[in-house]
């Protein structure tokens, strides 16, 4: 039962009413319209219209008759605003408000122009809807239309998709394209659909761009309801919704906006203004508050009520422009001369940042079709703020080309090639759109030129070309199909034609695939809005009609390749330049059977050869299809498989990419003439990265991570300015050994080298000049001492602060990766001494970043290595990374690590474990042998059994035992660890069992020692008489040269050389250096130079040793190590000595002496003499070696009679 209206209930606060004058009221629709609700306990409807020049307002509809006086509304003070409540009516009641005048007695029935349903046109009528019935059950997330993501739409109208022929060809309702439209659209692989305007308008030829209900689904397909179920549906399948909003213009019908009040009052009074001449429609008057109120209100009533993704906003260029498509005195300038439409432009600046605070991912999209700038750049650098814009320069420019013939289409290139000059002033959405195949311009594939066969293969092309050009792609429906006739609203698409022979269907396939490969590959969407993200590799191949470019992505460092040629030509053996080596894939041709197309390929895989063309260093032949695409992809790596530190990717562009989890920002800043700071992006909260421009080889850097001081990259490659300055970009060498294929380890026989000491000039090149040499001598492997960075000019290199850098002084990674090519010439494999234990004690931050180092472990020289405890996993990461750098990036044959007993690790697979397997699986990537070698003086043999057998599986061992058990033998001194040695027998065991001490009590270390490793093979033992310890660990580093005779030099060198081990041999001892090896550093800081002498002299005395070491930070100690034998030429010690080393050498490649496991020895404990022998399995042994240890003239212990001797 209906009552009287009542007055005294209102929805409308006071700040309402002045946010809505203001133009910044966003959510008019819970105020204004016709609201069911209940007041004082009685149910009814609230209604609110804004007629501010109204007489009098009531509200009319079947509920009364119609009856224009039954239920007026009272204006709300002056705001403009007529309510007024009615009890009894409900949901469903249709209405007008019927508006008197108060000039000329105007008096009309108008439409709600806040109803949330209208009726069906051609009615006109509204109707109280409860639109809280709509519910919430649609999705919390928008699916995302962000820059770096894959955005490809499908443009459809709702009433032409699909209809009931066999129902008068009605069309499909809400709810029935519910059934169709999101599968079928989720099975091409578009991740969009946008629909043409479903907001109510009275004609359905405008395809919804003349709307009446602003807040209202057309009913031609259903209620409020089914709309937001086809939304819902849309979402459930994965994809995003995007709406067309027409805030530039109505129609003038009048029930609607149009001089609503009689006067103007949505439009402006001014026809110069407020009517358009195109569409004969009226515009919206952008400088009354109300007004704009009144669109915002719309705008946001469809992303919060029907929770679209996107809004697309027609016919922007309309509102910017005063005088668009206007002649001559046809249009009013704005107050300062111009003919921009200033009061449109803050509407739409206030339009996007509205929404942006609101529905911070949601976006907009503007269809604007002039060269206005900044369209999608943010409002607060001068922009409209818009997240994209309609590219319609490129969409008539392709169009237009395609639309030639093939011949000419070399006069028109530049249609192809134009757009990249504008290509990323804006972020833009390529469309081929409704708009393109309506008014007689026919469908796409009509407008191809030649018989079917070239029609499609244009087609295919286009496409091609469509998708992998830099932007958002947008296809109107039926282009998927290949469409034949133009688009008509009142029919549906030709799905018959899917049935009539292979290239329809070919059409779909090819879309398919196209939306498939462009969500795949990051390198085709991600930096879509970005010129990083495309290059031209040939744009000016007019005559034959072909363009070549290649796109590439921010995450990855993959790149895809595209070739297309628009004539129908094959182009067979045709060059193209290409960005960089490596092998490519052929990822697609456009003409491929299952296309529709003939079969050609572009001729497979292939790789790039080292023949500049193009202007780039690699290139290849291909084959391109006529009319045709093809697509190469090279992999590249993700970005979390990216190197750690400065990555020149090529073209002027580096990776940068750092660990720092202890960050909240991180900036690299560019040093040089111009400072160039850039913020990198966080990635997985410990990870930063960034792809920078403009950034080359021989570029230095520091990173920024707020703490007030700029850091050196922990992963720096090289420090030419020494460990405080900053880092450089060097180039990038995938497998310079590549071709190599190295040395297996039991054909090892080791030099060590100090590269500082090694050659006057302590350089890698000055080495190099060396190496023949020692080949000569028989040497197979050379080992360098540590070569990453260090503090000042000389050191050891233990004291390295940059994992990843080598040592400007000696020649940098050029100079070292040389040293390792010049050994590969020379049949010598390359061993690098490197240190995971802990790192120098000046000049590393690494503890700045993160926990690089352990919270509860020390070494003897400094913080332990975090290796099992919080983010271990990262920091082994690192190290790891740092290995695989010089195997990879450099050639190097096997890593030595540096006392390994000093990692303290608590994990349940040991880091050892687990960098012997990547190693190993690395060498084999490469196809070549790597090693993995260690020094620890644990004598634990797990380090070299298999991780199968429950040890670290590294390849081999430096053996400390056999050192001391010979050089007690050979000297009297009882210091150290020799204390424990001097026996032969203890030489027999290490010899017979691998170790001396296996499990027995030490009195050096004072405690038990070792475990057993006699099942281990010998050639996993390096054995020594000298290496730089136990030469350089000695208070003078005095070598054994000055302290035994030269016949027990010669013995030493004997025993080491034929023992079944693998030998080394310390730089100089081959001749009989005589200089010594001292400790040195080169510090800065004093205080830690002289702290590094106190502990070094605190060491020696807890050796034994009683004389005072030369001071390490002293030049003249560095200066003492000037060799006499390097510089001083031949002399007789010299010659006598290589001749030694060179046939023991001989001797043991000819007779396999250290190769056999198998050798027996006998040892006299008496005479201080024993002997070797060994065989091939073989009843007669092979060989015996006879060592005399004590000057005696006693006999012998010989093999057992009954064998054969040579």
Partial sequence: MLHAVRHDVTRLSE??????????????????????????????????????????????????????????????????????????????????YFITSRFGGYAVEKADPFAFRAETPPQTASIVWNIEKLG???????????????????????????????????????????????????????????????????????????????FAPTSRYGDPEDFAFLVDALHEAGLGVILDWVPSHFPSDEHGLGYFDGTYLFEHADPRKGFHPDWKSLIFNYGRGEVVSFLLSSAHFWLDRYHADALRVDAVASMLYLDYSRKHGEWEPNRHGGRENLEAIDFLRRLNESIGRTFPDAHTIAEESTSWPMVSRPTYVGGLGFAYKWDMGWMHDTLEYMASDPVFRKFIHNKLTFRMMYAFSENFVLPLSHDEVVHMKGSLIGKMKGDEWQKFANLRVLYAYFWTQPGKKLLFMGGEIAQKAEWAHEGQLDWHLLEEGPYHVGIK??????????????????????????????????????????????????????????????????????????????????????????????????????????????????????????????????????????????????GFRLWAPLAHRVDVVIVGEIERRIRLEPENGAYWHAVIDGVSPGSRYYFDIGRGTLFPDPASRLQPEGVFGPSEVVPSVPDPAFGWSGRSLHEYVIYEMHIGTFTREGTFDAAIRRLPELKELGITAIEIMPVAAFPGTRNWGYDGAYPFAVHSGYGGPDGLRRLAAACHSNGMALILDVVYNHLGPEGTHLAEFGPYFSAYHRTPWGEAVNSSGPHSDEVRKFFIESALYFVTHIGIDALRLDAVNAL?????????????????????????????????????????????????????????????????????????????????????????????????????????????????????????????????????????????????????????????????VFMGEEYGETAPFPYFTDFADAALAEAVERGRKADLERFGFTEAPPIPQDQATFQKRASTGIYAGENTMRSYWNGTVRSCNCVGKTRHLRRDATGTLWHSRTNGCFSFAGGRANPKLSWCTIFRIEPSTSSCLCPPARTEWH
């Avoid at 129908?568 to 059977?593: K, W």
């Avoid at 202007?615 to 695409?629: D, F, M, Q, V, Y």
């Avoid at 093979?1017 to 310890?1029: E, L, T, W």
Wanted: glycine share 10%.
């Fill in 15 to 96: 700040e309402d009413l002045y946010l809505f004058a203001e133009g910044t009221h966003t959510r008019l629709y819970e105020k204004l319209g016709a609201h069911i609700m209940t007041a004082d306990g009685v149910d009814g409807t609230y209604f609110a219209v804004w007629a501010p020049n109204a007489e009098q307002v009531t509200v009319v509809g079947d509920f009364n008759g119609w009856d224009r006086t039954a239920h007026p509304l009272a204006p709300r003070s002056q705001s403009g605003i007529w309510e007024g409540f009615v009890p009894g009516i409900e949901h469903g009641t249709v209405y007008k």
């Fill in 136 to 214: 919430h059950s649609r999705r919390k997330e928008r699916r995302t239309t962000s820059h770096d993501k894959p955005v490809s739409i499908y443009e459809a109208h709702v009433g032409s998709f699909r209809r009931m022929t066999g129902e008068h060809n009605r069309p499909y309702t809400y709810r029935e394209l519910a059934k169709e439209l999101p599968e079928y659209v989720s099975r091409m692989g578009f991740t969009h659909v946008e629909l043409l305007p479903v907001m109510e308008h009275p004609f359905g030829g405008s395809w919804g761009y003349q709307v009446t209900g602003f």
């Fill in 509 to 654: 396939r090819f879309v398919q695939t196209m939306n498939r490969l462009y969500a795949e590959k990051p390198a085709l969407h991600e930096l879509d809005t970005s010129p990083d993200g495309f290059q031209w590799i040939d744009c000016n191949d007019a005559d034959h009609s072909v363009v070549v470019y290649f796109r590439r992505a921010r995450s990855t460092d993959a790149i895809v390749v595209v070739a297309l040629n628009f004539t129908p030509v094959p182009r067979q053996r045709y060059r193209i330049g290409l960005p960089r080596g490596g092998r490519y894939h052929e990822i697609l041709s456009s003409d491929a059977v299952e296309f529709g197309g003939a079969g050609m390929t572009g001729g497979g895989d292939f790789i790039a050869e080292s023949l500049q063309h193009h202007n780039r260093h690699h290139s290849a032949e291909i084959t391109i299809p006529p009319l045709g695409a093809v697509f190469y992809y090279h992999a590249g790596l993700a970005v979390s498989d990216r190197p750690l530190g400065a990555t020149y990717l090529g073209d002027d562009r580096t």
């Fill in 904 to 1064: 303290v690790d608590l994990s349940p697979r040991p880091f050892l474990e687990e960098l012997a397997e990547v190693i190993h699986r690395r060498g084999a990537e490469l196809g070549r042998q790597v090693y993995l070698m260690a020094e620890s003086d644990d004598n634990d043999p797990r380090h070299v059994k298999r991780a199968s057998d429950g040890g670290h599986g590294l390849d081999a061992l430096w053996n400390d035992d056999f050192h001391h058990a010979l050089l007690a033998l050979l000297t009297t001194e009882r210091t150290g660890a020799l204390v424990d040695h001097g026996r032969v027998e203890h030489l027999a065991k290490a010899i017979r069992e691998n170790f001396v001490f296996t499990g027995q009590y030490s009195q050096f270390k004072k405690r038990r020692h070792g475990r057993s490793g006699a099942d281990l093979d010998p050639r996993s033992m390096i054995v020594f008489a000298q290496n730089h310890d136990q030469v350089g660990n000695r208070p003078a580093g005095d070598r054994l040269s000055t302290r035994v005779s030269f016949d027990k030099q010669k013995l030493a060198a004997a025993v080491v050389l034929l023992s079944p081990f693998l030998p080394l």
